[in-house]
């Protein structure tokens, strides 16, 4: 028997003994759950999923529920997950195909790949895992355990590597028990072959496994060319009105953290002066900011200094509310879907001030009239 007719037959037998069998997108694998749950999975650990997974679909129990939530609702349950135009790519495949596939995900493979946020990957995922359909899969586990037990060298990522383990996922893909198959390589990639001290002794793969015979698990499969990140560099103002409420305001719908709630930025203290002032009537001068330890955000492509700056205005009359402008107080924004920085930020401010106010002597009790 070839070696790639006994790649899958070895890996099941190691699923059935040692994979994973409890997650909560595994009963039942619908369409629905499985989608959410790749969707989800991206460039993100399954323990951190997991929670997010579980208050997703008890708020979103079905396609159609999601589809009809507002956008606002479905950004403040994925608050913190990070990597956002996931969750906006998630809605508007809902509605499409609320509106043009009754309300199901497409069963063919074409159809699939034309929604927002599925590519090849993913659409496989769905149909070999909810419907048991032989389509291969290659996510970043996949990637790793294929790149190392074929001894592929090169960036996965570049389309040369790329097609070269899309041959083999194919190759190795069966034609039953796909679902499980499919998540036991995931699982192999995720629990014994990790990107760092991969578990090789305990592999079913150890002894004809190029990277592990050449000495190559360390350096296949082969890392992004590195590139310095630029840094950019935002003030960020919490103004905090006489009733404890912060302005938040929508971010716009394309760009870092689009339609998420924010908090307002300037490139600069001078600048967030201007505005304070022709929002509020102060003159600049008399404008004192309490500074917040300043820290760094890394995004993908880039580095954000933030400078996190505390003002408290005494009205705001001035800046009203509006549909992508609002004053809240602490615990109505956490309902908000916020950017993970900035959830944190509110937090630490509320819980400073709450214990500044704990420690304030207590008024004197005032006598009988």
């Known amino acids: 028997m070839p070696r790639a007719d006994r790649f899958a037959p070895s890996l099941l037998r190691w699923f059935d003994q040692h994979g994973r069998h409890d997650l909560p997108w595994q009963y039942t694998r619908t369409p629905y759950r499985v989608w959410l749950a790749e969707i989800m999975l991206q460039q993100t650990q399954v323990a951190t999923v997991i929670p997010y997974f579980l208050r997703f679909v008890d708020q979103f129990a079905s396609l159609r529920e999601l589809a009809a939530a507002s956008l606002d609702d479905v950004l403040a ?104 198959y499919t998540q036991a390589i995931m699982d192999l990639g995720a629990t014994v072959c990790t990107r760092a001290n991969p578990r090789c002794t305990q592999c079913p793969f150890a002894s004809q496994c190029v990277a592990h015979a050449n000495d190559l698990t360390a350096l296949l499969p082969q890392r992004k060319p590195s590139r310095t990140l630029p840094t950019h560099s935002t003030v960020m103002l919490l103004l905090r009105d006489g009733s404890g409420r912060f302005l938040l305001q929508r971010r716009p719908p394309t760009g870092v953290w689009a339609q998420l709630w924010s908090l307002p930025e300037a490139a600069d203290i001078d600048q967030a002066k201007r505005s304070i002032a022709h929002d509020h009537a102060v003159e600049p001068a008399k404008i004192r900011f309490r500074h917040l330890p300043s820290f760094v955000h890394t995004f993908s492509h880039y580095r954000l200094d933030v400078t996190p700056v505390v003002l408290e205005i005494a009205a705001s009359s001035r800046i009203g509310d509006s549909p992508d402008r609002r004053w809240l107080l602490p615990a109505e924004a956490s309902q908000l879907g916020l950017p993970a920085p900035v959830r944190k930020l509110l937090e630490n401010v509320q819980t400073k001030s709450e214990s500044a106010t704990s420690k304030a002597p207590l008024p004197a009790a005032e006598g009988p009239g």
């Open 77 to 180: 349950l994925w608050s913190g997950l990070g990597y956002y135009t996931r969750a906006r790519n998630l809605h508007r495949a809902a509605q499409i195909c609320v509106d043009c596939h009754a309300g199901d995900l497409p069963r063919d493979c074409d159809q699939l790949r034309k929604l927002p946020g599925i590519g090849r990957s993913t659409a496989a995922a769905i149909l070999a895992q909810a419907h048991g359909l032989p389509f291969a899969i290659l996510d970043g586990n996949v990637k790793r355990v294929l790149a190392r037990f074929h001894g592929v060298r090169g960036w996965p990522g570049s389309s040369v590597t790329q097609k070269q383990l899309w041959r083999f996922a194919d190759v190795h893909t069966p034609q039953v028990r796909v679902a499980d």
